[in-house]
Nanobody
Framework: QVQLVESGGGSVQSGGSLRLSCATS????????MGWFRQAPGKEREGVAT???????AYADSVKGRFTISQDNAKSPLYLELNTLKPEDTAIYYC???????????????????????????WGQGTQVTVSS
């Protein structure tokens, strides 16, 4: 059974930093994509950053240069370093991972890489990040 558990959220002032962690268990796919998403009240879930099994990363334009996603391998925790935080970064942050389809379906790989939440099979429960001005 795959489990993803986030931690590290909190409240900070504008310009501050946080480091989110996502502990993974039961995840055995060798070809995969993992990512961080966020959802603010009244808004749709938004893809923030992704990392694939080759270690390649990609970011939403809104966080590029401020956030860093990292992971050593599929069994290691997934991290998101958040720097120069802004009030508009306030949201619940979720980590997510793709399922078996990613390994053989080119379309699924493309959609996951473009941070489409519909193509991520496993989700954590979320951690709140609040940035005050």
């Amino acid at each position: 059974q795959v489990q993803l558990v986030e931690s590290g959220g909190g409240s900070v002032q504008s310009g501050g930093s946080l480091r989110l962690s996502c502990a993974t268990s039961g995840y055995t796919y060798s070809s995969y994509c993992m990512g961080w998403f966020r959802q603010a009240p009244g808004k749709e879930r938004e893809g923030v950053a992704t990392i694939n099994s080759a270690g390649t990363t990609a970011y939403a334009d809104s966080v590029k240069g401020r956030f860093t996603i990292s992971q050593d391998n599929a069994k290691s925790p997934l991290y998101l370093e958040l720097n120069t935080l802004k009030p508009e970064d306030t949201a619940i942050y979720y980590c997510a991972a793709t399922g078996p389809r990613y390994g053989y379906d080119w379309y699924a790989r493309t959609r996951a890489w473009n941070r489409d939440p519909a193509f991520f099979a496993y989700w954590g429960q979320g951690t709140q990040v609040t940035v005050s001005s």
